[in-house]
């Protein structure tokens, strides 16, 4: 049996790894290749790194960010943010990175989804979706873009059914409401998508303590956890997320 | 000197990069002589298997000949594909016959690829040299499609459960086979990357 995976995640802004509250007020979190490399040897399954600048000018620094983190962490990474093109996402691989994640490029150019499933495999294509919910329609959530900054009328629920459809291999659900809040994934929203697709779910978004991790995966149906504060800041070592998580029943690589 | 088999297929780098953090020289060559002098071989691999088999293309010879000789080799997921006798990926597509059997499809009941961290459970015949100090957490890193239908009566096979048991490793004298990824699979994985090396510099010793 697979096991749950805990996937703590570096949001990188001119190479330094930060953390805000609701996508705001960034705090500072250290280098990204070393705190890579931290979480690879204390047990970690896997890490996402998501370029936050992406910037035209920060594409280079990304990919060079990309080669020294495989030199240092031996578990498989995602990498993600600003990613446009197949070009782009080819070079990630090359760089050593395990998968990409696309968002912003993808909902204005769905194909871009199925073009990297086709040339790399689906197992490289994360669908990353950064989900608000809707305040004229109670249970439903709208996909924004453009790092969260920008709302659209697509449903979540649905953009997700879409994007196993062209061929993503595992959808990277973030709750903008719930991001960085440390009060708890929103698990309605996780449930109503792990229940749509068949692909793993990773949710992501408002851990802060270590039953939330537990009801992302009981109640909210995820096959893996993205945290972010809880780890960088020292409150959790992974080791503590892993055996509290194996105590209450859960599958865990330990 | 173990030599990481150059063929143009996804993670070369990173198993390079992996036994160079653990302080063992590791070289990157598709050159026969440098295949003839090594302690041991490794074959990576993430690639569909026709294509790795066609990137390996005249390095298959010199690789077979030194398994033939006795140099430890170990393979990792296509790598450990490329080991058997042929593969329906795509295929049929042969592959370097060093252990009988075939490479099918992942049965369909369960979510394809294969992917993330599974048990591995090694049977008691198995020459635990290359598995040794990995204590309880025998968990690997997996992303595959396809496996290895052992046929080979001298082999050994470790499996894991995904629904239904697959083929995680198999070994038959100085031949091993990995599905899962050392090189990605945290502590565990290095320390058998490191296991492998000391089997190498051992036999090579001898």
Not at chain 1, 137 to 148: L, S
Not at chain 1, 168 to 174: C, D, S, V
Not at chain 1, 195 to 219: C, F, K, Q, R, T
Not at chain 1, 225 to 234: D, K, P
């Amino acid at each position: 049996m697979l096991t749950k995976r805990i996937i703590p995640c570096l949001d990188v802004k001119d190479n330094r790894v930060v953390k805000g509250v609701n996508f705001l007020n960034l705090r500072d979190a250290g280098d990204p290749v070393e705190l890579g490399a931290k979480y690879s040897d204390t047990g970690a399954d896997e890490l996402v790194f998501l370029d936050i600048t992406a910037t035209i000018r920060s594409r280079k620094t990304i990919v060079d960010m990309v080669e020294r983190v495989a030199e240092n962490v031996f578990i498989p990474f995602t990498v993600g943010g600003g990613v446009q093109s197949v070009a782009q996402i080819d070079e990630l691989l090359r760089s050593g990175a395990e998968k990409v994640s696309v968002n912003t490029a993808a909902v204005q150019n769905a194909d871009l989804i199925a073009e990297a499933a086709q040339r790399f495999g689906n197992q490289c294509v994360v669908l990353a979706i950064d989900a608000r919910r809707s305040k004229t329609r109670p249970g439903h959530w709208q996909v924004c873009v453009k790092a969260g900054s920008e709302p659209t009328d697509i449903d979540v629920v649905e953009w997700a059914r879409r994007g196993e459809q062209l061929g993503a291999g595992e959808i990277l659900l973030t709750s903008m409401d719930a991001d960085g809040t440390l009060a708890g994934y929103d698990n309605e929203l996780n449930r109503a998508v792990s229940d749509a697709v068949n692909i793993p779910v990773i949710a992501s978004g408002g851990a802060g303590n270590l039953d939330h991790l537990y009801d992302a995966v009981v109640e909210g149906g995820a096959d893996a956890v993205l945290m972010a504060s809880i780890t960088h800041f020292g409150n959790y070592t992974i080791t503590e997320i892993k055996e509290h998580l194996r105590d209450r029943g859960l599958p865990m690589n330990l | 000197m173990v030599v990481v088999i150059d063929y143009n297929v996804g993670n070369v780098k990173s198993v390079c990069n992996a036994f160079r953090h653990i302080g063992c020289e590791a070289e990157l060559s598709r050159d026969p002589a440098k295949i003839g002098r090594a302690s041991g071989l490794v074959l990576p691999g993430v690639a569909a298997f026709g294509y790795a088999m066609e990137a390996l293309g005249d390095a298959a010879e010199p690789v077979k000949q030194a398994v033939a000789a006795g140099k430890p080799i170990l393979g990792i997921c296509v790598g450990h594909q490329l080991l058997f006798d042929q593969s329906l990926e795509y295929g049929p597509h042969k592959g370097l016959g060093l252990v009988r059997g075939n490479v099918v499809p992942i049965p369909p009941e369960q979510t394809i690829p294969h992917m993330g961290w599974n048990l591995v459970e090694f049977p008691e015949d198995m020459d635990m040299e290359l598995f040794s100090g990995l204590g309880s957490a025998k968990h690997f890193y997996f992303a595959h499609s396809y496996q290895a239908e052992v046929s080979d009566e001298q082999a050994h096979i470790a499996y894991t459960d995904y629904g239904s048991p697959l083929t995680a490793a198999v070994q038959k004298g100085n031949i091993f086979g990995v599905q899962f990824h050392p090189e990605k699979s945290g502590k565990q994985g290095l320390r058998l990357l490191h296991n492998f090396y000391d089997l190498c510099n051992r036999k090579a010793s001898c």
